[in-house]
């Protein structure tokens, strides 16, 4: 039997591959045995993490969501009065990024018709209404707008390749710029 | 060899029946067959209209783009000084609409695979933009601003019940007021 390090680490490297294969060839691609035949790893050891299909793309969202946060939590921790810098870490900015909002647009694509994925996507638009909220806190900012326009935002950089992440980056400057105006700290330009 | 109305009118049958079929259970549930069976057609009458479920998935989108377009353009020609009510047509605002959302979070799913769906995606969206700036013209509004708004409002309509028809609507007017203040004709409440 593993050791629990071992276990978490190759739970890890499994939902890691899992969202790799969802976000290059989309949520059909990804099944237990074509999971098991990436990795070498038999069915029965990946079974052994994701009993099924729906337990391993949970896991996956969550991974993703995780890393978002912390993308989030790094910028706060630089610079927290850098607001770009902060809610660009939302945005499918940088390759990580747009990896994983790919992602999410398949998780919502079940979660439209599955209850508990529903309410698993409410709760981390909570936390992420949230999150903003403090980081515009003083700056008299519109959480939910923000929230709002970080989604479309992600819709329309998953299609035009025009939407870059310079580009995506100057159109939160300037919404934060009507928003909250006179508080931008920084032209901020994170590494 | 049935007339050309009958054939149009059999096309149209057969794609509404379609997005209703994603809307309510997803896109794994379309299949030629299963729309073969929903209608009482055979399987090679429904491929005489649409050959692939791509062709199928393709046609149901324009179904949807252009009940949109309609949507908006009735707004239009109601009142075109509403910006509110015109703008709002865009929205997951009513079961139509709604229904039709749902059909576009399952074309991105397969677009984000397939370079003929992006595209497809792509011209739909510089046309919303040129629609959204004839409609903001000399109210000094960002089109893309409202467009992006727009798609995030849609995904966050799709997940959580407390982004009702009212509070969408409220949502886009509080924008309104902000990009285009002083410029909102009336309190908008179309029928």
Chains 1, 2 share one sequence.
């Not at 591959?17 to 099944?31: H, K, V």
């Not at 990436?38 to 991974?63: D, I, Q």
């Not at 909002?101 to 709760?123: I, K």
Request: with cysteine; net charge negative.
């Amino acid at each position: 039997m593993p050791a629990p390090a071992d276990h978490d680490a190759r739970r890890t490297e499994l939902a890691d591959l899992a969202a790799e294969l969802i976000a290059r060839e989309g949520l059909d691609a990804l099944s237990i045995r074509r999971l098991a035949a990436a990795t070498g790893y038999s069915t029965t050891v990946v079974t052994h993490y994701f009993e099924t299909k729906r337990a391993l793309l949970l896991a996956v969202y969550r991974a993703c969501a995780d890393r978002a946060q912390a993308r989030v939590d790094a910028a706060i921790a630089r610079d927290p009065a850098d607001l770009v810098g902060c809610l660009a870490a939302f945005l499918p900015i940088g390759a990580e990024a747009r990896r994983d909002w790919r992602v999410n647009f398949a998780f919502w694509q079940v979660a439209l018709h599955d209850q508990g994925f529903a309410e698993e996507q409410r709760w981390w638009t909570r936390h992420a209404t949230e999150t903003i909220a403090a980081i515009m806190a003083g700056a008299g900012g519109d959480a939910e707008l923000l929230l709002t326009l970080a989604e479309g935002i992600a819709v329309r950089a998953a299609f035009e390749p025009d939407w870059t992440d310079e580009r995506q980056r100057d159109f939160l400057r300037g919404q934060l710029e009507r928003v909250a105006p006179g508080r931008l700290a920084h032209v901020s330009d994170p590494q």
